[in-house]
């Protein structure tokens, strides 16, 4: 395949940086149940509101050096961190998949899947803004041309959701508490929608080695709880950009 103009990466990557600086609002402002739209972006500490040269994605953060224009209070650098992996989930996927559908289905569920692993990570919660609204997304994407079809699309959210809500109700009997978050179901239902049923299995059998390998160690330290939102997360994203392989290479070396 022949490798998009470097204008079109260049753009992406831009469009990118702006959908990050969005990514940030909703990962700040959708576990505390606020608006995505009002009050307009401020400082949480003076309260200011922020003008238009303090929310340009990064070079604001970099002007500023990562403190309030108003108070001088330290700006998380989460903000450029988000701005620049979104930029490059863009600029990455249009480079390698063109400008293809299939460029535009991984940009939307990888700019999700990256809020949702911040969000989990800082406030242990999944907002159905996200993991729903991915559902709905990826249903609809289906329609484009590619893999998953509409109806594999659909199996996917109902084997995705369907397994992990089963392990739910079973850890919860086994282990006398809840074993899995609804956000954790919801999310793989989301991840299913965009990968259909064989990726959801991959995609959590990926989640699940990697939670195993950092959470066994950070247990036996500090017994601090690690969100398992993260891991799916991770699991999605690279089920759809290697999944194809990844089933190749198993079926080949070890089926």
């Not at 604001?60 to 979104?86: D, F, M």
């Amino acid at each position: 395949m022949t490798p998009p103009p470097i204008q079109s990466v260049i753009l992406a990557g831009l469009l990118g940086l702006l959908v990050g600086s969005f990514l940030n609002v909703a990962i700040i402002r959708l576990p505390a149940a606020m608006s995505l739209i009002r009050p307009r972006s401020h400082c949480p500490r003076c309260g200011e509101t922020l003008k238009w040269r303090h929310n340009i994605p990064v070079f604001s953060w970099l002007a500023l050096r990562g403190r309030c224009a108003y108070c001088g209070t330290r700006i998380s650098v989460q903000y450029p961190i988000v701005e620049l992996a979104t930029a490059a989930i863009w600029a990455g996927n249009v480079y390698v998949f063109g400008l293809t559908p299939h460029a535009a289905q991984a940009v939307v569920m990888m700019s999700i899947l990256l809020a949702v692993a911040v969000t989990d990570g800082r406030e242990y919660v999944i907002p159905d803004e996200l993991s729903l609204g991915g559902v709905v997304a990826g249903l609809a994407m289906s329609f484009l041309p590619g893999s998953p079809t509409p109806v594999g699309s659909l199996i996917g959210v109902l084997v995705g959701g369907g397994v992990l809500w089963v392990i739910a109700i079973v850890g919860t009997k086994i282990f006398g508490e809840d074993a899995m978050g609804g956000g954790d179901v919801k999310l793989m239902a989301m991840i299913g929608a965009f990968v259909g049923w064989q990726g959801t299995l991959l995609a959590l059998f990926v989640a699940s080695i990697l939670a195993t390998i950092v959470f066994v160690p950070l247990n036996m330290r500090s017994k601090r709880l690690v969100p398992f939102g993260i891991f799916l997360a991770i699991g999605g994203a690279v089920t759809f950009a290697w999944g194809e392989r990844l089933l190749d290479w198993y079926m080949t070396g070890f089926a």
